[in-house]
């Protein structure tokens, strides 16, 4: 695990642990052993730290957060390296991450790559840095930095972080040679000056300052998260204590944090993402099938998502056509890509370079002729069949025999779709979440048609613009919609018994989500809802009246376009579901003529209304999802809870520090929530929702934990 060897008069410690060369314990007892044998040997004059292989350790092995854990500990590890009298450097490439940065904060000296990326993601796995990380980083970089890169999770490139103190040198060429030679240099100086332990915290009589604002910070930023309150308490200790009792201060805060069921989803979350890149789909997956190489690409209209679209492509650096039916629907569309570019390079989230790349890589037309020589193309005209399929026919028709043809819906079935082609098997759905450029969810559909290596395409493409992308069967709403149905449906019953919409929304506020569902409904605007469901009603032949409760048999709560029909829109006309400052305002207030409007609607109907406690709230909208999880999982829309899981973290920001729905509902126990799932489903007969499904109630009466059936190693965590 680690590869030792002696050039000239120094020693080589290779760290050589694919994929990432993750700390294990092998890997920690590598370094121990080799520190051990390089302090001995008296013709070795200095010490280099090296990964084999793409990185430079990536961080402590999180499979063996599991366990019980086994000596030694990098802590001790680290300190053997900083007592060394000898020199050590730490030669870093690729990604010196978490407990890798620990051991080169260990070492008396670090070059790097310009390519290289330092930093401590532990936050995003719901931990802390607990090899000393929390001390030793302050004392190099000053208490601000140290706060935002440990709270962050942020990785930072290596000439910041040369501008930090944490590089001393960027080196060019093979890193192992560069930090040999680097090591050379530093024969017979003394490595006393160089150990952290012994150096003070610049500024750090402004502590209380630095970390009053942290705090703020993370509990306005990272709202119900626990790590990130952990690691500003830990790194302000660096500031108040002498070193040692700053590390046993940061081993107990390891301690308490590290076993928190936020840490364990979190890191649940974090395989879960892994698992999903592993794709499998009838006649092949993500090992067999072939990706085509896409140099080239075209988005169909230059509407809210298109213009949404293109920019993810931009910034990736692919050249794209932007195609409108006229001049002026194409110019207001570039108006937008422009604005949005020039935004991401505002925050920081692309370069100026990247941005000012970006308007030569944009061409604008109106001509389907230009796309002949494209390698892929997304449609992203509104949710029309029809127009869709005309589309796609004309695409079919000038596009190179080998160009992937790709449909932005969020619900349209892509056989429907193809059948306008000649070549439905590179037909393929590309759903993107609203606004396209800042979700990261990618929910690629295949058809009964659709190749493998067209699947593979656009799993490939969805990485490359910056997405986590996962694959499922077509059906009506694919997963992401139709899993998420049931949660807007229940929300418009709870309020109907007699729940408030305020009430509702500060219980799932309360339970992780960044927004309840009538402030996401007053958003998104109550026209966009009641236009929808007024096409669902013509489809079924169905007039809809104020005094309509059911459609097609299934039970249906009118609210939505009652307010509505009286100019409430949402945010955008000043009132909705709450009252807004102004039209177009931000700030939500409860709204008593919404309680007279509920209670005449309530009264119209017959309804009684009734105190609703928080866990019926949660309950109705989660396991109704959750039931409606395991329907799509029943019938093969979705391989494994994971695909579910992530499509809820990354399309509907659920919190991850409760994994997704379907570990959630692992967590509570599936007996339970089948049980709950059975009373509702006796309580509301006329919800299809809460009908059972029958691989969860084979689950829960064969008391068989999901975790045995998730792929991810975290599940088991
Ligand atoms: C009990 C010991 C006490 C130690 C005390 C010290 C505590 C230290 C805390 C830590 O160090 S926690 C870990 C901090 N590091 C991280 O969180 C990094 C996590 N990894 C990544 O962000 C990425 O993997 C990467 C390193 C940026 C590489 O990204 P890339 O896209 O190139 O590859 P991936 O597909 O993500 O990963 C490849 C492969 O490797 C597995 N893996 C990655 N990191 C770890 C890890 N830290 N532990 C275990 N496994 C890891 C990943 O799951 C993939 O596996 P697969 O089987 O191929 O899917």
């Known amino acids: 695990m ?7 008069s120094v020693a080589l410690l290779l760290v050589n642990n694919p994929p990432v060369n993750a700390l294990s314990h092998a890997v920690r007892k590598g370094l121990a052993d080799g520190m051990l044998k390089a302090t001995k040997d008296t013709k070795v004059k200095a010490i ?31 300190n053997g390296i900083e007592a060394s009298g000898k020199p050590v450097v730490a030669a870093i490439h690729g990604t010196c991450l978490g407990g890798g940065l620990e051991v080169a904060l260990f070492c008396h000296y670090r070059v790097a790559l310009k390519s290289a990326r330092v930093g401590f993601p532990e936050v995003a796995i719901g931990i802390l840095p607990g090899a000393a990380g929390t001390q030793r980083l302050p004392r190099v970089t000053g208490l601000p930095v140290a706060f935002d890169m440990i709270t962050s999770g942020r990785h930072v490139p290596a000439e910041q972080a040369k501008k930090y103190g944490i590089i001393d040198e960027i080196v060019t060429g093979d890193i192992v040679n560069a930090g040999i030679r680097y090591a050379m240099i530093m024969v017979g100086k003394s490595t006393i000056p160089r150990r952290l332990r012994a150096k003070p915290v610049p500024d750090a009589e402004n502590v209380q300052k630095y970390a009053d604002a942290a705090m703020a910070h993370v509990k306005r930023k990272y709202k119900g998260y626990e790590a990130p309150v952990y690691c500003v308490k830990a790194v302000r200790a660096s500031a108040e204590k002498p070193y040692d009792l700053g590390v046993e201060n940061e081993k107990t805060l390891f301690n308490v944090v590290g076993k928190s069921g936020q840490a ?27 990706p085509i190489p896409v140099r080239s690409t075209a988005v169909i209209g230059a509407g809210t998502m298109g213009t949404g679209i293109a920019v993810c492509i931009l910034s990736a650096g692919l050249p794209c056509y932007l195609v409108e039916q006229n001049q002026k629907f194409l110019e207001n569309g570039l108006k937008t890509i422009k604005a949005l570019m020039e935004g991401s390079v505002k925050l920081g989230k692309i370069s100026p370079e990247v941005g000012q790349r970006a308007a030569s890589l944009l061409k604008p037309t109106m001509s389907y002729d230009d796309l002949t020589g494209v390698d892929l193309v997304i449609e992203a005209v509104y949710e029309n069949l029809e127009l869709k399929k005309e589309i796609f026919a004309k ?31 590179k037909c393929v759905g590309v759903h993107f979440f609203a606004p396209a450029y800042h979700m990261k969810l990618l929910e690629n559909i295949y058809s009964t048609k659709t190749s493998p290596d067209t699947a593979a395409t656009v799993m490939k493409l969805g990485k490359t613009i910056g997405k986590v992308p996962i694959l499922v069967k077509s059906c009506q709403g694919f997963l992401a919609n139709r899993m998420n149905t049931p949660y807007g449906t229940e929300s418009g019953f709870l309020v109907e018994e007699g729940a408030l919409p305020w009430e509702v929304d500060q219980v799932m506020e309360d339970f992780g989500m960044p927004m309840g569902p009538f402030k996401v409904r007053d958003l998104s605007g109550l026209d966009v809802g009641s236009k929808i469901t007024a096409e669902i009603a013509k489809t079924l032949g169905v007039t809809l009246t104020d005094e309509t409760r059911f459609m097609a048999g299934n039970r249906y709560s009118h609210m939505n376009t009652v307010l509505a029909n009286m100019g409430r829109l949402g945010r955008k006309s000043g009132k909705g579901w709450y009252k807004y400052e102004k039209a177009g305002g931000k700030i939500a207030s409860i709204d008593d003529d919404v309680i007279t409007v509920l209670n005449n609607h309530c009264k119209k109907l017959g309804i009684e209304r009734r105190t609703i406690s928080s866990q019926e709230i949660i309950e109705r909208l989660m396991y109704s999802c959750i039931n409606e999880g395991f329907k799509i999982l029943e019938e093969g829309i979705a391989k494994r809870p994971e695909e579910i899981d992530i499509s809820w973290l990354y399309g509907f920001t659920f919190p991850k520090y409760l994994g997704g729905p379907m570990y959630y509902a692992n967590q509570v126990g599936l007996g339970r929530v089948y049980d709950r799932i059975c009373y509702y489903h006796e309580n509301f007969p006329f919800s299809k929702h809460w009908v059972p499904s029958q691989l969860l109630r084979r689950l829960s009466e064969q008391n068989i934990p999901m975790s045995q059936w998730m792929a991810s190693p975290g599940a088991r965590l």
């Open 2 to 8: 680690v590869d030792y060897s002696v050039n000239s």
């Open 48 to 78: 280099v730290i090296a990964g084999k292989g793409r990185t430079f350790p990536a961080g402590a092995d999180i499979r063996e957060f599991s366990g019980p854990g086994k000596e030694p500990w990098l802590v001790p590890v680290g």
């Open 264 to 290: 364990r989803a979190q890191q649940y979350a974090f395989f879960a993402e892994r698992v999903v890149g592993k794709w499998e789909m009838p006649g092949g997956n993500s090992q067999t099938a072939k």
């Open 395 to 425: 695409l079919d028709k000038v596009c190179k025999p080998s160009t992937i043809l790709c449909s932005n819906t969020s619900s349209i079935d892509i056989d429907r779709i193809a059948v306008a082609t000649k070549r439905p098997e």
